[in-house]
């Protein structure tokens, strides 16, 4: 068992937790895989610093299947099998992996956000890891809003680059509070090797990059027991065309391949 039942507990109560130096053997194999994609980055590539406005933030995801380095990650790490026990699921598919560069210098943030509304599944048995390749402070870290993942509906998705809402249709959703005090927001404090887990639901965020050394993060998902299609009536990000699942139905697995099952 890599997780205590009190950190599964609080895993379930925050909707995000802190896992430290589980993945130090693997910062370097990460650090090859990302400069990979950086290098040759997929249709799904984005900037979303202005021109003129300095620093870049770029991101890209989906690159998994091209990228040995990912692949040996999500298939040979411990990663599957924490979110298994995280989410107390039987089996976990993988959804997707993302990359996140933050350039010195870049005031753009990351703004508060769930990923879920984001994408074409639901369910409560989620699991995204935030690995920075990095040396992170408070000043460039994720940041999380502790039990956001229990609020009574999902908050309204926007293009990060904009701040344009992200559907056409989008009054299922509500607005994202104001995240102040009020909130118990989680900055934590992360060495190289450390991540977060965080439910699909969990609001996050994250400062620009103020720091001089770049900031990179690794995120992957992970989708646990009751995870199914949802079809959200345009299209997400991930775009995932040619999907054919409606409401409801499991994920398919040439698209979203186990990568654990707990026969015990
Ligand atoms: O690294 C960041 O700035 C944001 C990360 C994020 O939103 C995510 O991993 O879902």
């Not at 040995?68 to 976990?92: D, G, H, L, N």
């Not at 408070?138 to 908050?155: C, D, E, F, T």
């Not at 995932?240 to 654990?260: A, I, R, S």
């Amino acid at each position: 068992m890599y997780l205590s039942e009190s950190q599964v507990q609080d895993y379930e109560r925050d909707g995000a937790i802190v896992i430290k130096g589980v993945f130090k053997d693997w910062i370097d194999c990460l650090v090859t895989g990302f400069d990979k994609v950086l290098a040759d980055p997929s249709e799904h590539g984005r900037e979303n610093v202005a021109q003129g406005d300095g620093g870049r933030f770029f991101e890209d995801y989906c690159n998994w299947q091209r990228i040995e380095e990912f692949k040996r990650w999500i298939t040979e790490s411990p990663a599957a099998e924490i979110a298994a026990q995280a989410t107390r699921s039987k089996r976990i598919q993988v959804f997707h992996e993302h990359i996140l560069l933050k350039e010195p210098g870049t005031a753009k943030a990351t703004p508060w956000h769930q990923d879920m509304p984001y994408y074409c599944v639901s369910g409560e048995q989620t699991a995204s890891y935030w690995v920075p390749l990095d040396a992170v402070t408070k000043a460039n870290s994720l940041q999380v809003v502790l039990g956001s993942h229990r609020w009574p509906k999902l908050v309204r998705p926007t293009r990060w680059s904009t701040n344009e809402p992200w559907y056409q249709s989008d009054l299922d959703y509500m607005d994202m509070p104001e995240i102040d005090s009020r909130q118990n927001i989680l900055v934590p404090k992360l060495e190289l090797g450390d991540c977060v887990l965080f439910n699909f639901k969990t609001v996050h965020g994250a400062p620009g990059n103020s720091l001089t050394s770049r900031r990179r993060a690794f995120s992957t998902r992970f989708m646990g027991d009751d995870v199914r299609y949802i079809n959200r009536g345009g299209p997400t990000s991930p775009p995932f065309d040619g999907l054919v699942q409606k409401d409801g139905d499991k994920m398919p697995l040439d698209w979203f391949p186990e990568v654990y099952y707990n026969d015990k």
